[in-house]
């Protein structure tokens, strides 16, 4: 095992991703003054070699498309954002959930032309007797307009799509899994 300590200034680095390729790295993190950033490094060395500016928010959860060329990025808001992986100039932005609803996971289409989104929302109600809700949205990366959406009425905590496209693996609630066709 090979170990490789990346240097960075940022606060709270989190959610590590893997381009396809294995060739770069990328986190999120935040600056002293609080601004979201991702930080994309190369994997070989540890040298950084691009920072995208997520302001204002600090993506929780990050998603290298299959081909390489789009990040997507979410936080607690349901903002999902898109990336170009190159450049680091924002495509777009949807925002597919209600503001109560986190977004939890995201998944792409092994053709990089759709996105999976999977929320959680909890509330507490009188005498704190938690509900627990999610759903999982499909949504074209560039448009942002949904092809369906299912009502999982269970917290969402992962997705998958199988490498030929035709599973969804979905990690609901506390213990169960689910598959379903895709």
């Not at 999977?118 to 999610?134: L, M, V």
Request: with cysteine; proline share 5%; net charge negative.
């Amino acid at each position: 095992v090979q170990n490789l300590v990346i240097q960075t200034d940022l606060n709270l680095m989190s959610n590590p991703t893997w381009s396809p390729d294995g060739q770069k790295l990328a986190y999120t993190g935040s600056d002293r003054a609080g601004n979201g950033t991702i930080q994309i490094w190369n994997s070989r060395d540890g040298s950084i070699l691009q920072h995208i500016w997520a302001v204002p928010y600090l993506p929780d959860i990050l998603s290298w498309s299959p081909d390489g060329s789009t990040i997507a990025g979410s936080d607690f808001s349901g903002l999902i954002t898109l990336w170009d992986a190159r450049s680091g100039d924002e495509l777009s932005f949807h925002r597919i959930f209600p503001q109560q609803h986190a977004v939890s996971s995201l998944a792409w289409s092994p053709d990089s032309t759709e996105l999976l989104a999977g929320s959680r929302y909890i509330s507490c109600a009188e005498n704190c007797s938690p509900t627990f809700d999610g759903k999982i949205v499909l949504i074209d990366a560039q448009s942002g307009a949904q092809h369906w959406q299912i009502d999982a009425g269970q917290v969402i905590n992962s997705l998958a799509i199988s490498p030929d496209g035709t599973l969804l693996l979905a990690g609901v609630g506390q213990y169960r899994r689910e598959v379903s066709q895709y």
